[in-house]
């Protein structure tokens, strides 16, 4: 079992940064992908970025890439973003496989889920 827990949301300004933390408990050694995804109110869970830890290779959703950063460890996973619009405004959830399977976007792959960290951007 693995445990995840998000911390770090919060309401930010429109071109200000957050950094959001997934702090992982229990059998940490057998993560082999950690991801984040994110829900806005009326949507579905989307894609935000992700991490294999096999070579270290991350990957980002195009509406990310250039502001967000995923980093970390087995232990703590972290999402830098930066440069926030507030369609940003969302739920976002840390997940962790423990399987390695290809689609890193999908998340059916992902087995644990933390409880979500509200981030909220105001104009």
């Known amino acids: 079992q693995v445990q995840l827990v998000e911390s770090g949301g919060g309401l930010v300004q429109a071109g200000g940064s957050v950094r959001l933390s997934c702090a992982a408990s229990?059998?940490?050694?057998?993560?082999?992908?950690v991801g984040w995804f994110r829900q806005a109110p009326g949507n579905e869970r989307e894609f935000v970025a992700a991490?294999?830890?096999?070579?270290?290779t991350t990957y980002y959703a195009d509406t990310a890439k250039g502001r967000f950063s995923i980093s970390g460890d087995r232990n703590t996973v972290y999402l830098q973003m930066n440069s926030l619009k507030p369609e940003d405004t969302a739920v976002y959830y840390c997940?962790?496989?423990?399987?390695?399977?290809?689609?890193?976007?999908?998340?059916?792959?992902?087995?644990?889920w933390g409880q979500g960290a509200p981030v909220t951007v105001s104009s």
């Open positions: 997940a962790a496989a423990t399987v390695f399977r290809f689609g890193y976007s999908a998340s059916s792959n992902y087995d644990y």
């Open positions: 229990g059998r940490t050694f057998s993560i082999r992908t």
């Open positions: 991490i294999r830890w096999s070579g270290g």
